[in-house]
């Protein structure tokens, strides 16, 4: 048996850009794609925490050091510049890749730097 897990994550990065006209997906900064082990093409789950909007797309890459997250085409109706976004991936385990399976948690601040790559999960009891 599978069991779907959380992947990586990019918690609370801030949406720079929301781009209407263009075919879809979301533009992430090149360094994020690297401290969360994203892929270009990869299918991810964005969370908007100002409107609680939950929707999918894929994955491209920005420029390193930009520190863009920009959502394009239909996406960029579910968003505003400034918003505060999750992006997550997840992938599916067997039993014996779940017992060394860490998820991959990259914290950013306010204009995208990474604060923080971590593998634990933090809820509400911490």
């Not at 997250?69 to 385990?93: F, T």
């Not at 039993?95 to 399976?101: F, G, V």
Request: charged share 25%; net charge negative.
């Amino acid at each position: 048996m599978n069991i779907d897990m959380l992947y990586s994550k990019i918690h609370r990065a801030t949406v720079t850009d929301a781009n209407l006209n263009y075919v879809g997906s979301i533009t992430i900064d090149q360094d994020l794609l690297d401290a969360s082990a994203l892929r270009v093409g990869q299918k991810v789950e964005i969370v908007n925490v100002n409107n609680g909007e939950r929707f999918s797309t894929y994955v491209i890459k920005g420029k390193r050091g930009l520190k863009e997250m920009c959502l394009n085409g239909a996406a960029a109706r579910k968003v505003e510049i400034g918003d505060k976004i999750i992006v997550i991936a997840y992938g599916s385990y067997n039993e014996q890749e779940l017992e060394t399976h860490n998820p991959i948690v990259v914290h950013v601040d306010e204009n995208n730097d990474i604060t923080e790559v971590t593998n634990e999960l933090i809820g509400s009891d911490y």
